[in-house]
């Protein structure tokens, strides 16, 4: 067990394994029918939440949970200031450039491309390879020089950008941030919340005022005055921010509380926040409704307490408990998380091409939702041969 203040955590990379898992399993329900309400997304005007409408902001919390600990490797291995802050703005700007060619793949239009969308999509999936594989000093790849995969993948994003058309026949359009993909929300909510991180240290009340703040800004977007909206644009929802910053006041509590004799101080605080914010949630329910898709405040606080308690679950069983060997089937999810949301970019448009289509039988009902659980985890077994290939995506 690791208790130390200083320590990562194993149930940090235990946690994003798992939601990641969740993640590629809720992505695969456009391919199924006839599935449970509840496991699947709240449409726009319904006030209520699925499974499939934690798993982003579960993914955000997360996303806050490694950055103090990842901020703290960086000043150990003597980084300035400038030198943290100019990789956390190389991060974001990849996260959120993968994100808008993402978005705009998901809004062209077929019948004015030169070739097939699924042969775009492979070319986007591949130029990512390209442009952000981590490059091991092996025979493999001495042959080529990093800066020309690197090169070549720009070209293809380029290419791609060039050929694009969206909209309709009759109105076409370029590619444009329709709302910047998941990815792209990452990068922006990392971006703020990891910069004020770097300048607010581990002062904890201070990275909880953040917190308030940003969830007041996510009130803000759904009043007015004088019929006046009072929106502060922060390019995404406050509420993305909220999550992460969430993550960041968790893992400070940890650096506090981690310690062998006080890790029950440190579960009773989480335990706390996470049912006051589960209830606040509720109360707030009749003013704004659960919603994702408008990322209301009252959906935003359910989320980051249902959070707070699946990773205090996790941490009791692996970091108190020391049982970890559970979670090692999930490991590469982890480990190479970026890859392993990739994958599918691959696997879709090639399933498509050659035309292998599953039996409606295998897409419908309970036996469907098995048959995404399987390709998750085909999906967490595919990055785990490509890490053995040398191919790990890191931003």
């Known amino acids: ?81 400038i030198q943290i802050f100019w990789h956390i703005i190389k991060r974001s700007l990849a996260l959120i450039i993968m994100g808008f060619f993402m978005v705009n793949l998901e809004n062209i239009t077929s019948d004015l491309l030169p070739f097939s969308k699924y042969i775009w999509q492979l070319l986007m999936a591949t130029a990512i390879v390209f442009i952000w594989n981590i490059y091991p000093n092996q025979k493999a790849f001495k042959r080529i020089p990093e800066w020309v995969m690197q090169l070549t993948g720009i ?17 076409p359009s370029w590619m444009k941030p329709h709302w910047w993909g998941i990815l792209g929300i990452i990068g922006w909510a990392y971006l703020l919340c990891a910069t004020i991180y770097l300048f607010i240290g581990e002062r904890i009340l201070y990275v909880g005022i953040v917190w308030i703040v940003f969830h007041v800004l996510n009130v803000m977007e759904f009043k007015e005055i004088f019929g006046m909206p ?11 921010h909220t999550s992460v910053m969430g993550g960041v006041l968790t893992t400070l509590l940890y650096i506090k509380y ?79 998380t970026l890859t392993c949301y990739l994958v599918p970019y691959f696997y879709y448009p090639v399933m498509m091409l050659i035309g292998i289509f599953l039996p409606e039988a295998l897409k419908t009902g309970f036996i469907g939702i098995v048959k995404s659980l399987l390709f998750a985890y085909l999906i967490i077994y595919m990055t785990g041969l490509l890490e053995k290939v040398s191919i790990r995506l890191k931003v």
């Open 1 to 81: 067990m690791q208790n130390t203040q200083n320590s990562r955590i194993a149930s940090i990379d235990i946690f994003r394994a798992l939601t990641m898992f969740m993640m590629i399993f809720v992505n695969d329900f456009w391919t199924l029918s006839d599935i449970p309400e509840w496991l699947g997304h709240a449409k726009t005007h319904e006030d209520r939440m699925g499974l499939s409408d934690w798993v982003f902001p579960g993914f955000l919390f997360i996303v806050g949970l490694s950055i103090p600990f990842a901020i703290k490797a960086r000043k150990k291995k003597g980084e300035a200031q």
């Open 155 to 171: 070209s293809i994003l380029v290419f791609l950008s060039i050929v694009y058309k969206g909209g309709t026949v009759e109105d």
């Open 230 to 240: 009072i929106h502060i644009n922060l390019m995404v929802s406050s509420s993305n």
């Open 258 to 336: 981690g310690k062998r004799h006080q890790i029950p101080v440190f579960l009773g605080i989480i335990f706390v926040m996470a049912v006051l914010s589960i209830v606040y949630g509720f109360i707030t329910r009749p003013e704004w409704g659960i919603s994702k898709i408008k990322a209301t405040p009252s959906w935003t606080s359910i989320c980051i307490g249902i959070s707070m308690l699946s990773f205090s679950l996790i941490y009791i069983i692996s970091d108190v408990l020391g049982k970890i060997s559970w979670a090692s089937i999930f490991a590469p999810a982890g480990r190479s």
